[in-house]
C-alpha cells in the first residue's frame, strides 16, 4: 500500500466578510510584532512583499501581481493579519506554522508522522532511530565567501537560518529568519579605513533591515561595536567609503538588528585597489569567532629588536593585543619620558625628572590595541627603550 498524506492548498486564496475573493487586499505577516518575512519558493530565496498583495481572486501574488504559492520559516510561528482593498482590518490568525511530512534527515531518522489535523501540527511518532547527525554543530560555523576581480572586493553570505534580536530593545524574544544568499561589491576606491600594505580584518554582518536581510562590512579596526546587542546603523557603499568605523551596506540602512557571519583578512598593496586575494575567510559559529579576552591563548613576546620609537605600527593579529614599553634615562640630568599612542590618541604618558648623580629611572608605557589599529611612541625626551614586550 502507498503511503500518503494530506495535501495543502497548493495556492492560498482569501475572502471579505461577504464570502467573495478579497480583490485588491493584503496580508501583514509578523513574528513578535515585527514583519516578518515569507517565500514564494521552497528554497527561501525569493521573499514576498510584506504586506503580501492578493491578486483579483483573493490570491497569493508575489510583487509583479503573479500567482504564487506561499511558504513559511520552517520552525517559526506568524501572526496573519487580513486586510481588504481600503486598509481595513478583516481578521487576523495569531498562530499560523508551516505543515509538511518529514520522512527522513540525510537519511538518519526514519518515518516521521505529522498530525495533519493537529492544531500546533504535532510530531506524533518516531520510526526507528539509528543515528542523528550533529546537526547543532554542522550548522554553528556560518557559510561565507570572498574574491577580488578589476579592483573591486565581493564578498558573499552563502544563506542559512539567522536568529536576530528584537528591535524593541527591551524585548528578549528573538526573530529567526531564513536568509538566502546575499552580496556586497567594494567598488575600486573603497578602501574601508584599511592601510596600504598592512593586513586588515573586515567582518560581514547580515542586517535584519526589516525582514529583508542585507549584507554589510566594517573594518574591525575602527571599533564599531559587534556584540549583536545593539542596532546598527549602515552607509551606502560607494568609492568614497574611506571609514574604519562605518558598516557599509547595499542601501543605507537604520537601526536594524544584525548578525555578525564572519570575518576575512586581507592585505593590499594601495588600499582600495582590490587586486590581491584575502588570506583568511572565516565563517563565525562554535571557537571560531570567540569573544577573544585579552590574555587568552597569548604569550608575551619580545619585539624589542624590531621596533623603534617614533614609528607607527599596526596590529595585524585577529586580536586585541597589550603593549608594553619601558624606558630608561639617558643618564642626563632632567626630564625624560615618553607617550604611547593608539590610532592617534594618547592612552599613556610618562615622565619623570632625573636627578644628578641618582643612578637610572625606568618608566614603562602601557596600553591595548585593537585589532588592525595602529600604535606607536611620541615626545620621546632623553630616553632609551631597553624593551618592548608584545602580549599577541
Known amino acids: ?47 514576498l512583499p510584506n504586506p503580501i498583495p492578493l491578486n483579483s481572486r483573493g490570491e497569493v501574488s508575489n510583487a509583479v501581481g503573479a500567482t504564487c504559492q506561499l511558504f513559511l520559516v520552517a520552525g517559526v510561528t506568524y501572526t496573519f493579519t487580513l486586510y481588504d482593498a481600503n486598509g481595513n482590518q478583516l481578521n ?86 531564513q536568509v538566502g544568499a546575499l552580496n556586497l561589491v567594494a567598488p575600486s576606491g573603497a578602501t574601508l579605513g584599511t592601510i596600504n600594505a598592512t593586513q586588515a580584518q573586515l567582518a560581514l ?26 542596532l546598527l546603523s549602515t552607509t551606502a557603499i560607494s568609492a568614497a567609503a574611506t571609514a574604519n568605523n562605518v558598516v557599509y551596506s547595499n542601501s543605507a540602512i537604520t537601526n536594524s538588528p544584525f548578525r555578525v557571519v564572519g570575518y576575512i583578512n586581507i592585505t593590499e598593496a594601495t588600499a582600495g585597489t582590490w587586486a590581491t586575494q584575502h588570506t583568511l575567510a572565516q565563517g563565525a559559529g562554535g571557537q571560531a569567532l570567540p569573544a577573544n579576552s585579552l590574555g587568552v591563548n ?74 588592525g589599529g595602529s600604535y606607536a611612541t611620541t615626545g620621546l625626551t632623553a630616553i632609551t627603550i631597553p624593551k618592548w614586550l608584545e602580549l599577541r
Open 298 to 371: 597569548q604569550t608575551w613576546q619580545d619585539v624589542t629588536v624590531s621596533r623603534a620609537g617614533g614609528t607607527t605600527y599596526y596590529n595585524t593579529t585577529n586580536r586585541s593585543m597589550a603593549v608594553a614599553i619601558q624606558l630608561a634615562n639617558s643618564g642626563s640630568s632632567g626630564a625624560f619620558g615618553g607617550v604611547l599612542t593608539v590610532n592617534g590618541l594618547s592612552v599613556s604618558n610618562m615622565y619623570g625628572i632625573q636627578q644628578t648623580g641618582a643612578g637610572n629611572y625606568f618608566l614603562t608605557l602601557f596600553g591595548i590595541v585593537p585589532p
Open 1 to 47: 500500500m502507498t503511503t500518503v498524506v494530506l495535501s495543502a492548498p497548493p495556492i492560498l486564496q482569501f475572502f471579505n466578510n461577504l464570502g467573495q475573493p478579497n480583490s485588491g487586499g493584503s496580508i501583514l505577516t509578523q513574528v513578535g510584532g515585527s514583519n516578518y518575512a515569507t517565500y514564494q519558493d521552497s528554497g527561501g530565496t525569493t521573499p
Open 92 to 177: 487576523q490568525a495569531t498562530y499560523v506554522a508551516g505543515v509538511g511530512a518529514v520522512t527522513s534527515v540525510n537519511g538518519a531518522i526514519g518515518a516521521v508522522t505529522v498530525a495533519a489535523a493537529g492544531a500546533n501540527n504535532d510530531i506524533t511518532s518516531l520510526g526507528a532511530l539509528t543515528s542523528v547527525p550533529n546537526i547543532i554543530t554542522a550548522m554553528q560555523q556560518q557559510s561565507i565567501a570572498a574574491s577580488v576581480a578589476s579592483n573591486a572586493l565581493t564578498v558573499n553570505f552563502n544563506g542559512g537560518p539567522l536568529a536576530f534580536r528584537n528591535a524593541t530593545l527591551t524585548s528578549g524574544t528573538p526573530v529567526e529568519l
Open 205 to 230: 554582518v547580515v542586517l535584519y533591515n526589516g525582514g529583508t536581510p542585507a549584507l554589510g562590512i566594517v573594518n574591525m579596526a575602527g571599533g564599531v561595536n559587534l556584540d549583536e546587542t545593539t
